[in-house]
């Protein structure tokens, strides 16, 4: 058997090398992306993991608060605890550097209690030769980097305004900002158990060079011999104060996996695309190449190959392909993960896991895995047309005339399956998500797909009569041979129903989203002027002072701020932004709901939630909110609620009297500058550059900000439009092979047409014409398919996921073009790949009928 | 470039630093040698230069209950217990219980609590001669309200949950609770008579050079009762102790080596206190003791009315380092005392964590009677150090 198998069946992929190498290619592509998704994430993750491993070291349970960090007084309370036997405190800065694009995390440490629970952070003095070496530690000056950090921070930075930015450690000083004041560190050692970029210093110094005094991040506890997590737990959260969780420190990563999750399975859904058109792209070169040898396996069914051996062969072929385009997958996707390491990080780009720099693990059991799914899509592809070839009679297909009925196999339409798919893809939508993930959206849109290609035929039925008939012999007999046979449609449509669908959808939904974006970019930006000290949780920050100075510049006319901050609402829920900042004014509220007016009648401060908010937290306008801030429980009545692609995890907007009020900060991350009308902005910009030193503070035009932001918003998309177009290719192929093989049973036909007066071209012309009607009817379906699609990504899939809403903005022109290019391309492809069917002489091909 | 791990070492060294200063029991700490603030580049915003250490001169009479408690300012301070314990079946056993309070000059312009102005650290054994050498264990952090501080105005020093408190008053008792892996001891403390005052009124020079002194007072015979635990077994005991507390800023002498200290309670409810410090030659560079009768009528002995003569040598088979652990003591009016300890292994080997290696243990005080019979007249603390191997850096 397996020398036949190697003859037979294995060599006829070599003799159709370019189809085999497409199908093999298109498998290929969705095992490497699938796998490369899964392996950048558990990179990620597991580094991620090492870092909080690191910094937790052998805590069993770890205070977590508002990333703003929270009063120190809960410390002694917990410290003094029967259940705990150590506690650790730390304070975490995310220290900008001066002028430079990236940050250092500072963790201020005890020395003392860091010993016996993160030993990991232990500091390594280098100068010990001094007296004071011994103190080292502890003196307020001194800093201890990892390796990591060291080498970095003393490189250059490119910035992404193509300037160099100076190293952040020079002559052994590190230059660190807090406010807009930067000030030296003394490197003096390192961190020898430390991975990843990080630095240690002590508590009470890091508390206050960075202004923080008073102020943890976190407490990491080692609990009493024989106390449980969970009974440390019990026993302390009553002491608590709102807004501080105890958690085991495996739950961050498991949090921030939880986070990063809906952009995950979003990318493994186009990943099982792709491997899905892989295998119709099986599907249909294999359909081909099984019409082609027809009589071949006949002839060979009669020497006595069992039916059996025939499928087996046939099946081994797609086996082989699958196999091919795993291996080269796996191949694929392991060097993907790499370039995307070295590219964007570990985040694909979606800002989960900013500054890790993870390490790629080979994974025995997901390789295997993935190759397994390679095989089983060209098992499945050639499924089909292997039956149909081991059904077919050896008398039948000997005779010549057989071909033109029997080489394909004949779909027949099924309205009732596909409308009870249609009726299946509505009530999928209605389901809620499951753990954050929209399963129901997902099961529509694989309904909906099946749905176009199942209704193919009735949709043939219905739209063929309306094409005219008078224009010419061609046209008329390619009408006429899909109005008899509209089945055949559904395999030469298939593919580009699925193509043009899923290609039609992305791009509804994208341009829908982009406008979106680019609108509340404009409603959120409305001011001149932008100056931002550093990114929310920075050191960097503008106070009283700092605003007093930035009004004082001439040509400002007005000046409103933000703080953000970010806070824990409950256990279980990932931080969640409060912005406060005026609701009129200098920035923009988008607002869906409600109202920016302060609510008369209410005995509590108003709030505007962003639509994740809304969400997650199951309030409308009108409806109490509780947030924890200032330690204690403060409520707050929902005012409107506005949309945010910003922050997923979900935001509320206080006013800044509210918030200063409540909590007595008076920190400002960002301010919001009008100038005054004829004032330059690009002077005011330059004497606020001036007031402060460029290296403190980022100074943005609304202009930049916006370009930014949809530069960033390309790039995450970056990846569909590469999967549009491999799909489009896919889909297109798929015209190609299948026109090609009906060419191949319709040789008879064609050579009858020959001698009726026909010329080459005039067959030429008749398959092209044939490939384009097939076409045109796929993408009038795919593109119905596509619309509803869409609205499924729109309006459950994205509102599920992320919690976004958008404005639908179909492109109208884009897609027709798209539509038009599509059927002439298909045109031109079914002319091509029929072209060896009308290289026969008619006479021989009449003949053969014979 | 030499590189010495921080943290638990760079603080075991400090351990390590301050029990060498407490070894000398009265000498002001070598730790503050180690103190000396940076002199780089300005950094940072913090750069003014913390108040010096006051000095200790003569002639400042101590006040109680106010002295009982900490002195802030100054550089180095402890309280330092040492005592017998009797359980009910009668067995003896020796333990030591020591808070060290360190002024590092570091942060004193820093409104944050957490600032490392003051460290807190302690240290604790039991001598039982069934077990044949010490169990001990260590406790350091920075002073923190409520965690770990010394506070003034009468005796209250904690680390964690390990206390000495009380001194409230002149006649109060203290009580102290430690509690470590494999011992833990709850005890109360009746001292029944005023503090007896080292030195000239509290003043104790350590050196021939006054600069080397220290405030200096102890509380003999204070009545123990309490419990004790080893190994999970809790033993109600009681027993007698001392109490030395010393507070000073200057820096050993020059050229010492090691010092023996002695601080015993006499039988007959008097107490006797005697001190050496020895040059690299083992040769005394200085001595000085205060003999108090059981009012605590106290008279102090001047350094050429005491002389140490060494008569056995232990050898540790950890450190290899040679002790003597029996001595004979002259005093100038003609007495002469035999010490002899409780168990010869009482050498508190700490290398595996502060790294500190001296011998601090139990004894027992004879002496010859007139018809030339030798009695049991006292039991106390003796400790020896600068025996061991030059301590790692």
Not at chain 1, 371 to 379: D, N, S, W
Not at chain 1, 580 to 597: D, K
Request: with cysteine; net charge neutral; aromatic share 8%.
């Amino acid at each position: 058997m397996s020398a036949l198998l190697g003859r037979l069946f294995l060599a006829s992929l070599l003799r159709r090398r370019l189809a085999t190498a497409l199908s093999l290619l298109a498998i290929a592509l969705g095992v490497a992306l699938g796998l490369a998704v899964q392996l950048i994430h558990a990179a990620a993750l597991d580094e991620f993991g090492r870092g909080m491993r690191l910094i937790a070291g052998e805590a069993d349970l770890q205070l977590i608060g508002p990333r703003e960090g929270f009063d120190e007084s809960i410390y002694p309370v917990l410290a003094l605890r029967p259940e705990v036997a150590e506690a650790s405190p730390l304070l975490v800065v995310e220290a900008r550097l001066p002028g430079r694009e990236d940050s250092l995390e500072i963790l201020g440490v005890d020395l003392f209690r860091i010993a016996r629970v993160q030993p990991g952070l232990l500091p390594l003095a280098s100068r010990a030769g001094d007296e004071d070496g011994r103190f080292a530690a502890l003196q307020p000056h001194n800093v201890f980097l990892s390796a990591e950090a060291r080498t970095r921070l003393g490189e250059p930075q490119l910035r992404s305004d193509g300037q160099s930015a100076p190293p952040a450690i020079r002559e052994g000083m590190l230059w660190v900002q807090s406010g807009v004041r930067s000030f030296a560190l003394q490197v003096a050692g390192e961190l020898p158990g430390a991975t990843g970029r990080l630095a240690v210093m002590d508590l009470g110094a890091a508390q206050q060079h960075f202004d923080r005094v008073g102020v943890l991040s976190r407490i990491d506890l080692k609990l009493a011999e024989g106390v449980s997590p969970d009974a440390a737990r019990m026993a302390l959260a009553p002491l608590l104060p709102p807004g501080l969780a105890l958690r085991v420190p495996e739950a961050a990563a498991s949090e921030v996996g939880a986070l990063s999750r809906a952009y995950r399975v979003n990318l493994t859904m186009l990943a099982a695309i792709a491997l899905i058109t892989g295998g119709f792209l099986v599907f249909s070169t294999q359909l081909l190449s099984v019409a082609r040898r027809r009589r071949e396996f006949a002839l060979l069914r009669a020497l006595g190959l069992e039916r059996r051996e025939l499928l087996r062969g046939l099946l081994a072929e797609g086996a082989v392909v699958g196999l091919a385009g795993g291996v080269l997958g796996v191949v694929l996707g392991h060097g993907l993960a790499m370039a995307a390491f070295q590219m964007v990080g570990g985040d694909l780009g979606a800002g989960f896991f900013r500054g890790t720099r993870p390490q790629l693990h080979f994974d025995g059991m997901l390789i295997v895995g993935y190759l397994f799914l390679g095989v089983a899509a060209g098992v499945a592809g050639t499924w089909l047309p292997a039956r149909e070839a081991s059904r077919v009679a050896p008398a039948r297909a000997l005779k010549a005339g057989e071909a033109a009925h029997a080489g394909l196999p004949q779909a027949r339409g099924r309205p009732a399956v596909g409308l009870s798919l249609l009726a299946l893809a509505a009530m999928a939508c209605l389901m809620p998500p499951v753990e954050g993930i929209p399963v129901g959206g997902y099961a529509a849109v694989a309904c909906l797909l099946t749905a176009a290609v199942l209704l193919l035929p009735q949709l043939a039925r219905a739209l063929l009569p309306l094409l005219g008939r008078g224009q010419g012999v061609s046209w008329r007999l390619a009408h006429a041979r899909l109005s008899a046979t509209p089945a055949q449609a559904v395999v030469a449509g298939a593919g580009v129903i699925a193509s043009v669908a899923l290609a039609s959808a992305m791009a509804i939904m994208v341009s829908s989203f982009r406008v979106s974006v680019d609108d509340w970019l404009t409603q959120v930006l409305p001011a001149d002027l932008y100056v931002r000290a550093s990114s929310s949780s920075g050191s960097g920050y503008l106070d009283d002072a700092a605003l007093a100075r930035i009004a004082s510049v001439p040509g400002v006319a007005s000046v409103d701020t933000t703080r953000l901050v970010n806070l824990r609402v409950s256990d279980e829920e990932p931080l969640f932004s409060v912005l406060a900042r005026p609701v009129r004014g200098n920035w923009g509220l988008p607002l869906i709901a409600g109202s920016t007016a302060r609510p008369a009648a209410s005995d509590v401060p108003p709030a505007w939630i962003s639509e994740a908010a809304a969400d997650r937290l199951r309030i409308g306008v009108g409806d109490r909110l509780r947030l924890p801030l200032g330690g204690q429980m403060r409520e707050f009545v929902v005012a409107g609620i506005w949309r945010d692609y910003a922050r997923q995890h979900g935001a509320a907007l206080i006013a800044s009297e509210d918030y200063v009020a409540l909590t007595g900060d008076r920190r400002i991350n960002d301010a919001a500058i009008e100038v005054t009308p004829g004032a330059a902005v690009g002077q005011v910009a330059a004497a606020l550059r001036a007031a402060f030193g460029a290296e403190h503070v980022t100074i943005a035009l609304p202009g930049e900000i916006r370009a930014i932001s949809l530069e960033i918003f390309d790039r995450t998309f970056l990846i569909t439009y590469l999967m549009e177009a491999v799909t489009i290719m896919i889909g297109l192929f798929g015209v190609a092979t299948t026109s090609a093989a009906l060419a191949t049973t319709r040789e008879g036909e064609f050579g009858m047409l020959r001698h009726l007066g026909f010329t080459r071209s005039d067959v030429g012309r008749l398959i092209a014409m044939e490939g384009a009607l097939t076409t045109g009817l796929g993408v009038v379906s795919g593109l119905l398919a596509g619309g509803a699609i869409a609205w499924i990504l729109i309006e459950i899939i994205n509102r599920q996921s992320f919690h976004w809403s958008m404005e639908l903005a179909v492109p109208w022109a884009a897609l027709a073009s798209f539509a038009i290019g599509l059927v002439l391309l298909a045109a031109l492809v079914a002319r091509l790949a029929g072209a060896r069917a009308m290289r026969r002489s008619a006479v021989l091909a009449v003949k053969a009928d014979w | 470039m030499r590189t010495a791990r921080l943290g638990w070492g760079g603080m075991a060294y400090l351990c390590r630093m301050v029990q060498r200063a407490r070894q000398l029991s009265w000498a002001a700490a070598s730790v503050g040698a180690l103190m000396m603030v940076f002199t780089g580049p300005a950094v940072g915003q913090i750069a003014a230069p913390a108040a010096p250490y006051p000095a200790v001169v003569p002639d400042q009479p101590l006040q109680f209950p106010q002295d009982f408690g900490a002195h802030p300012d100054y550089r180095t301070e402890w309280w330092y217990i040492t005592g017998w314990l009797r359980d009910e079946v009668g067995v003896e056993r020796g333990f030591q219980l020591t808070f060290f309070r360190v002024r590092t000059r570091i942060g004193e312009d820093n409104p944050s609590r957490f600032a490392p102005r003051q460290l807190v650290l302690a240290h604790a054994a039991v001598a039982d001669p069934a077990t044949g050498r010490l169990r001990h264990a260590e406790r350091a952090a920075r002073a923190y309200p409520g965690l770990a501080e010394a506070v003034e105005g009468r005796t209250a020093v904690r680390v964690g949950d390990w206390f000495l408190a009380g001194g409230e008053a002149a006649l109060a008792g203290y009580r102290s609770r430690i509690e470590a892996e494999d011992f833990g001891f709850e005890l109360a403390f009746d001292p029944g008579r005023a503090p007896v005052l080292n030195g000239s009124a509290g003043f104790s020079q350590k050196a021939p050079d006054p600069l080397n002194a220290s405030y200096y007072y102890s509380r003999p015979q204070l009545k123990v009762s309490g419990t004790l635990k080893l190994d999970g077994r809790t033993l109600a005991v009681t027993g007698h102790a001392w109490l030395d507390h010393e507070w000073s800023s200057e820096i050993l002498p020059e050229g010492a080596r090691g010092w023996d200290w002695i601080g015993i309670n006499l039988h007959d409810g008097g107490s006797l206190m005697l001190f050496q410090m020895r040059d690299g030659e083992g040769r005394a560079m200085w001595a000085a003791g205060t003999l108090a009768d059981a009012r605590g009528e106290a008279r102090r002995l001047r350094p050429d009315e005491v002389r140490f003569e060494p008569l056995r040598y232990w050898q540790s088979p950890r450190t290899g380092a040679r002790y003597p652990v029996e001595w004979r003591l002259h005093l100038a009016d003609g007495r002469i005392l035999h010490l002899a300890p409780l168990m010869d292994d009482q050498e508190l080997d700490s290398r595996a964590s502060t790294g500190a290696v001296y011998w601090e243990g139990a004894v027992r005080l004879r002496e010859a009677s007139s018809d030339g019979q030798e009695r049991e007249t006292g039991q106390g603390y003796l400790e020896m150090t600068g025996y061991a191997d030059r301590l790692r850096m």
